[in-house]
């Protein structure tokens, strides 16, 4: 006969090792929902890059988790903005929408890579991307060239604070230094496919590793996306910030590099 302080202290250690294996087991759960599934899926990609302009592209993504995936795009976008991606995603990782034949999901660019379009299929860039919900914030409704960055996870959704804008106005808040010299470039603005819709050859009015002011008669509002060219730097992909005619009626483009610094 066993007495009950041996039955006792045999089913305390049985549930101690039960909630163990529980506890270990959800870990190991909880860390293989979080882990990349490589899912070449196909997705649609809906971009608004200012109030008047906006553009879709088929992808494919690369890999996917419950909370943001990482695709693949032949024109350029940036770190911030915010793309609505539709998809057949499989139910085990939505957050929302279970019953829908397609996953429509508000997304935000966390991390962006340049890449090479001709050895890479046409692909310029590769990006991560954080899912944020079934609807956009009221402030992107507005003004959708508004960027944005992550900040916690609810309801298996990231959720957003509003990234300051560092619009580049010619004033002395720029955090590198501009040299005031002419360098000969081309800017050429993309078509929905990714091609080049139209291209103008043109100086530079001063210019960083991090961004520039170029002379133009391109009629590009801030949000836009060009790539900028130079025989003697090579290429860099850029967003307008601001659109301006100085004193001298000239126009200018001050843009931002992104993906990468330009190699003055």
Partial sequence: MIEKPAVTAALSGFGEAFVADNEQDFKQKSRRLRERVALALPVRVH??????????????????????????????????????????MPRQLRSFDHAEEQYRVWSVVTNLKVLDPKTERGALIEFGVAFVGKHPPRSFLSDPTRRYRIDTISSGMWTLREDPAEIDDGSDKRSESRLNIPIEISLEVFAENGTVAEMESTVTENVSPAGASVFTSLQLAPGRF???????????????????????????????????????
């Avoid at 909370?67 to 693949?72: E, H, I, N, S, W």
């Avoid at 910030?241 to 001050?254: N, S």
């Fill in 47 to 88: 971009c608004r890059e200012t109030a008047d302009y906006e553009w879709y592209e088929m992808s494919h993504l690369v890999d996917v988790t419950p909370f943001g995936a990482r695709l693949r795009l032949k024109r350029p976008t940036e770190r911030g903005r915010l793309l609505l991606l539709t998809m057949r």
């Fill in 226 to 264: 060009v790539r900028m060219n130079s025989e003697q730097f090579g290429s860099v992909l850029a967003a307008v910030r601001e659109r301006r005619t100085g004193e001298d009626g000239i126009t200018r483009l001050h843009l931002q590099f992104i993906g990468s610094e330009w190699a003055l």
